[in-house]
């Protein structure tokens, strides 16, 4: 079975600092992909960064990056010079053979 | 483009009644999910499409659940009878996957159901 767990319900983060978000998962498949989606108060859910699992290389965005490390199945989210429009739910996702499954998200709040 | 087309936003029903909430992908996408999000469970897979075709409903909760595709362009997911926990924002999405789910997942703005 697959699963993603994120054990920080809620982060804060002061404008302009850093703040990583956690994540860890579990799957048999070999081949598989992760990603982070954020969730703002519209509700409306956004593609903020994807990882392939074959590569070694991690993922960076602009100001977003991750931290994958396959053998602990760790897969965290860094946010640089974070600004206030980051406030959001950010969801962990586990993609693979028929599941594409969300951790339960962790609510990250930017303090001016 | 239209995105994910979602209705109805907002809906308010009485325990025992039927909910169907509707669903318009984006043209093109093979591949469709419905999703229940709630505080306590997060984002909960409820069944998906690939092709029209369910291929893993194993989310549904119980048989009050049900969900068809019809055609390419349309879904719905139906709650009969309705009871209090199935309060919850659906959200549908879609996308264009081939082997893997390698892609990203279209969201709607999700259907906020509350049973009395």
């Known amino acids: 079975a697959q699963t993603v767990t994120q054990s920080q319900p809620e982060m804060s983060v002061q404008e302009a600092e850093t703040v990583t978000l956690s994540c860890t998962y579990d799957?048999?498949?070999?081949?598989?992909?992760l990603f982070w989606y954020k969730q703002p108060p519209s509700r409306q859910m956004i593609l903020v960064i994807r990882?392939?699992?074959?590569?070694?290389q991690n993922a960076t965005e602009n100001r977003f990056s991750v931290n994958f490390q396959k053998a602990a199945k760790s897969f965290s989210l860094k946010i640089s010079d974070s600004q206030l429009g980051d406030a959001a739910m950010y969801f962990c996702a586990l993609s693979g053979t028929y599941k594409y499954i969300f951790g339960t998200g962790t609510r990250l709040k930017v303090l001016a | 483009d239209a995105g994910v087309i979602q209705s109805p936003r907002h809906e308010v029903t009485e325990m025992g009644q039927e909910v169907t909430l509707r669903c318009k992908p984006i043209s093109g996408h093979n591949s469709l999910f419905w999703y229940r999000q709630t505080m306590m469970r997060g984002l909960e897979l409820l069944i998906y499409f690939n092709n029209n075709v369910p291929i893993d409903d194993s989310g549904m909760p119980e048989d009050r659940f049900s969900a068809k595709m019809p055609n390419a362009s349309f879904s719905t997911l139906k709650i009969q009878p309705s009871e209090p926990r199935d309060s919850a924002v659906y959200f549908c999405?879609?996308?264009?996957?081939?082997?893997?789910?390698?892609?990203?997942?279209?969201f709607g703005e999700g259907s906020r159901l509350t049973v009395l």
């Open positions: 999405a879609s996308s264009l996957l081939g082997q893997g789910f390698t892609g990203e997942l279209f």
């Open positions: 799957t048999s498949e070999s081949d598989y992909y």
């Open positions: 990882q392939e699992a074959y590569k070694q």
